[in-house]
């Protein structure tokens, strides 16, 4: 069966949603029982990045997995060294990591202020999304599915880097109403040889068109044909 991409993100985001929603509350109960000043220095003190990454072990697990079943899938035109993977999935996983931990500087963030006013456990979590939209359900959902894509681009590029300079590449992927003007443009542009790509649209290579992008450089010998779910 092919790696389903859309799944396996929706999947993720509803575990990291978990893990914010558990956080929140695992931090209120402990000031229970407390001054609004103790409550206060208590979470002051804690490594919320740390709880976070303790509650996310098993997501970091998942997403890699998830990293070796877009690899399974992909295909390949060129060899790339297990070194080159390694290193790459190696940093993919850091920023993974560090992302999460990012959850846990904002939710201490938003716990605090909460105490002060009062606030319930339901209210500090409707606080922490609305001061925090990237915590948001539909933004996290875009947040791996960005990280996804220019990953497996990442590997792509590792594999157009021994092609032939001259080597013509085709921008490919969904052309709807939801393509940005750039990919637009890229789309249009036929086939465009490789040193091209690389001195005039570098950025594109990894990134497609942006945040949450759908698009990728190919070799024009594979056809511009739209990769199954989990393939670029």
Known sequence: MAFDLDSFVDNITTKIGKVKTETIKATMLLQKGKTKEEAINLVSKLNLEKVVATKAVNIVSEY??????LLRDKRFFAKVSGEALSAITNLENADLVGYLGNMGKDIKRIVIQGIIIGQSEQDMLETFLTANPDWQDHRINASINTAMNSYSRSVTNLMLQQLPKKEMLIY??????????LC???????EVPRDVVESQYTDTLTYGGGFNCRHRWRPA???????PKGES
């Open 184 to 190: 637009q443009k890229l789309y249009s542009l036929g």
């Open 172 to 181: 490919t992927g969904p052309l709807d109403e939801k393509t940005r003007p």
């Open 221 to 227: 010998f594979l056809g511009r044909i739209e990769a």
């Open 64 to 69: 890699n997995a998830g990293i070796t079943l």
